[in-house]
Each structure stands twice: as structure tokens, then as C-alpha cells.
């Protein structure tokens, strides 16, 4: 690759200064790191609107950038990454249902408050709340999922919750009968679970409106993306917000070694505020041992 152009014969030319200028403004905006290895990703994810836009090379993009603001949401939308599927990293879900609310059970807990903050295109909030769906149905409870996620077509497409029929592999049969109905060759998530989840736009770099406390919070696979300066921040955030006796649930590669001395680990990537009497639970595993 030279210095000025992604390969021999590129469709839009993107200079050095082009991607300096992406990267900090992606920086900037998202929190997400996009180093050197990872130009031709972007590029290849932001012709589409050069298209769009009618622009001759990416010169002329980062112009619309810089003066129209209503191109921002479509640069966000188009350099996130939002590979999710339901049930993904099946662990926390088992744990959510062999621990968690059987810890609620017990203590009679009637208001639960969960947060699925980089929900993407909703399957990691619908698998909770098909986790919890033995609870929802109990009019006694208060139980409320918060999702949300930067990227405004995404979060379009969870809050429709409607999904191709092949995703099906990843949810058990008896949960299928109670939380979904076939259409055709896609399926729909039904009323019971997709009431109790709440989608709402939401940068986690920026300020957060919510002030009560939350029960669980999943984070998982979007920290990678942030430098460990965002992390701490947004970890030290999540401290406030989690409840004494919570748990926060990140991604498979990610930890919080280095990042927050305030969580005890208890499992394989979940975690509990250390103000909190811990235990470790072996049979979900220990990361880092
Ligand atoms: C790879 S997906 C992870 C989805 C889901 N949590 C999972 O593990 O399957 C990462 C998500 O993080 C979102 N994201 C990236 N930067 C963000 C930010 N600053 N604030 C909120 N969400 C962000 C992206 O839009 C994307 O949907």
C-alpha cells in the first residue's frame, strides 16, 4: 500500500491526512481506536457514503464532516462494529440463571434493574430477558432491561425485534415457545419479553442520564475498541451505578487487570464490587488464574 492510496487502482483516493483526520474525529466522538493496520477497514466501511454523498475522495468527506453535522450519525453508524448473536458466550447466561436469580429468589428481590450497555442489534438484551422470562410473567415484579448502544440503525433494528429464522440454533426449544413467534422464514420476539426492555441511544463517553442503581451491567466486547484510558473512566462510571451486591459482566477478551481495583472477579469475565463479600464460584471458571 503507498502512502496516498489503498491499493493500486482505488475507487476514492484517501490520503495520510484523510485518515489522521478520521481517526481523531472517530476518536474523538466514539472513543474507539482505529490504528494504522486498520485503514483499509476503514475505508472499505465509509465508501458506501461517499457514494451516497456523490464525493470524488475522501478530501471532500472529511469537508462535509467538518461543516455538516448531520453526516456525523451516518459516520458513527458506519464505523462501528456490531457483530453479536443471541446466547453469545453462553457462560453468562447460565450464570445469570443458576446464580443470579436464584440469589433474587432467595432474598425475595421484587425490583430488578438491568443494563445491556452496547446492546447492538438487541440479542444480548433479548437472551437476558429470555433468561429471566420464568420472572417476567410475575406481576409482583418490577423487572425493567435497559439497552442501549451508539448506533442509531442498529438500535433500529433491536427495537423491532424481528430476526432471520436461522438465529433460532442458538435458542433453546422450550425458550422458543415462550419468547418467540415464526414468521415465515424470520421470527418475532413476543410482547412479554420485548416490553420489559427499554432501547435507548446512549455514547458511553458522554454523560448518562440514568441515576438509579443497577443490578447487573453487561459490557461486554466493546471496551476492546477503547484505548485504557476510556476504560478506566467508563469502569469507574459503571462503580458508581452498580449496586453494592451487583455483578458486571464484560467480553470474552477483555478484563479489568489494570483498569479498576474497585471489582473482585468471581467467574470467567464477572465481576463484583469489591465492597461486596465475594465468593468464587469454580464452576464458572476464574479468567487469569
Ligand atoms: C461488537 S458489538 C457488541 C454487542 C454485544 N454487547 C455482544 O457482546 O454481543 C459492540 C457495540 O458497541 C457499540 N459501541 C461502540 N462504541 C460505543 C460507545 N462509545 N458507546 C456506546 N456503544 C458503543 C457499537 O455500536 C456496537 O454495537
Not at 493500486?8 to 484523510?18: A, R
Not at 462535509?64 to 462494529?81: G, K, Q, S, V, Y
Not at 442520564?209 to 451491567?217: T, W
Amino acid at each position: 500500500m503507498s502512502t496516498n492510496h489503498l491499493d493500486d487502482e482505488p475507487e476514492f483516493l484517501m490520503t495520510d491526512k484523510n485518515f489522521e483526520y478520521i481517526r481523531t474525529l472517530a476518536y474523538q466522538q466514539t472513543g474507539i481506536v482505529l490504528p494504522e493496520r486498520k485503514k483499509h477497514m476503514v475505508y472499505s466501511r465509509l465508501c458506501r457514503r461517499l457514494r451516497v454523498l456523490g464525493h470524488n475522495d475522501f478530501g471532500e468527506y472529511c469537508q462535509t464532516l467538518e461543516h455538516n453535522n448531520d453526516e456525523l450519525p451516518n459516520f458513527i453508524n458506519a464505523l462501528t462494529t456490531n457483530l453479536t448473536s443471541f446466547f453469545r458466550e453462553r457462560h453468562h447466561f447460565d450464570f445469570l440463571n443458576d446464580v443470579v436469580m436464584d440469589q433474587w429468589r432467595k432474598q425475595g428481590k421484587k425490583r430488578i434493574r438491568i443494563w445491556s450497555s452496547a446492546c447492538s442489534t438487541g440479542e444480548e438484551p433479548y437472551s437476558i430477558a429470555m433468561t429471566l422470562q420464568p420472572m417476567l410473567a410475575q406481576a409482583q415484579l418490577d423487572i425493567k432491561i435497559l439497552a442501549t448502544d451508539l448506533d442509531t440503525n442498529v438500535l433500529a433494528k433491536a427495537q423491532a425485534g424481528i430476526y432471520p429464522k436461522d438465529n433460532l440454533e442458538h435458542i433453546a426449544n422450550d425458550m422458543q415457545k415462550s419468547c418467540i413467534n415464526l414468521l415465515g422464514n424470520q421470527f418475532e420476539i413476543k410482547p412479554l419479553i420485548k416490553n420489559h426492555i427499554h432501547f435507548k441511544q446512549l455514547n458511553l463517553l458522554q454523560s448518562w442520564p440514568m441515576k438509579g442503581s443497577f443490578d447487573v451491567i453487561f459490557c461486554r466486547n466493546v471496551m476492546i475498541y477503547f484505548d485504557a484510558e476510556t476504560r478506566k473512566k467508563i469502569i469507574a462510571r459503571f462503580r458508581q451505578l452498580l449496586s453494592n451486591d451487583g455483578y458486571l459482566i464484560i467480553g470474552h477478551s477483555e478484563t479489568l487487570h489494570h483498569i479498576s481495583d474497585e471489582f473482585v472477579l468471581i467467574g470467567h469475565t464477572i465481576y463484583r464490587p469489591k465492597t461486596h463479600t465475594t465468593h468464587s464460584l469454580s464452576q464458572f471458571g476464574t479468567e487469569g488464574k
